[in-house]
């Protein structure tokens, strides 16, 4: 459920620990989804109201944009009515930065609905653990 590590790093984290691989996978899966209401509903209120603080205005300056830069992103590789897919491959994809709390908080920017986003980040979520998840049965762990 930690930002930036998300369900691709526990996942590998759980078959390092030579933990069940569908019990892992489901658990990860719940508390990589448990944030993303609350990133949809505040973080934008939040990030905004800390941006003109001066001590965390620069942490909070740095999120919105990465918000506003993924939300570009997917408008621009396609259309309104495409951002869903685009969504789920944003999230679905294991990058650095292209997690559930990101595509989240560019969705929320995007003005997209809850249902589209928690429908869109949730099949991303899947298919995240599911690359991860083979990755670290077939021993492609990083740890």
């Known amino acids: 459920m930690v930002p930036i590590v998300e369900l691709r790093g526990a996942v590998l984290y759980s078959q390092y620990l030579e933990l069940?691989?569908?019990?892992?996978?489901?658990?990860?899966?719940?508390?990589?989804?448990?944030?993303?209401?609350?990133?949809?509903?505040?973080a934008r209120k939040l990030l905004t109201w800390g941006s003109e603080k001066s001590i965390i205005g620069p942490v909070c300056r740095f999120m919105n944009n990465k918000g506003e830069s993924a939300g570009r992103k997917l408008t621009e590789k396609a259309s309104r009515r495409g951002t869903f897919i685009a969504l789920l491959l944003f999230v679905g994809i294991p990058l650095p930065g292209t997690g559930a709390w990101t595509g989240t908080l560019a969705a929320s920017i995007l003005d997209?609905?809850?249902?589209?986003?928690?429908?869109?980040?949730?099949?991303?979520?899947?298919l995240?653990?599911?690359?991860?998840?083979?990755a670290g049965v077939f021993g492609f762990s990083l740890l």
């Open 20 to 42: 069940p691989i569908l019990t892992s996978y489901v658990i990860c899966i719940i508390g990589n989804m448990i944030p993303v209401p609350f990133v949809y509903f505040f």
């Open 128 to 134: 995240a653990g599911i690359i991860m998840m083979s």
């Open 112 to 126: 997209m609905g809850i249902k589209h986003t928690a429908g869109a980040v949730m099949l991303g979520v899947l």
